[in-house]
């Protein structure tokens, strides 16, 4: 459950950088924007949560 943890985090920052991508590259990016930025931090906690209960 660690690594799978660990990976949820890596994902959900990754996600965050792309929802980053977006709100600059699209012309009205604003709404995917939060939407992956959403995203990725439910990601993040998730794998936080499971990463903290073995490690």
């Known amino acids: 459950m660690y690594y799978l ?12 950088g792309v929802a ?5 590259t ?9 939407l992956l ?3 990725g931090a439910v990601l993040f906690m998730v794998g936080r949560f499971l990463q903290g209960r073995e490690g």
């Open 26 to 34: 699209e012309e009205h990016g604003m709404g995917p924007e939060l």
């Open 5 to 16: 943890g660990r990976g949820l985090q890596v994902l959900g920052m990754a996600n965050l």
């Open 20 to 24: 980053l991508f977006v709100g600059f």
């Open 37 to 39: 930025l959403g995203i």
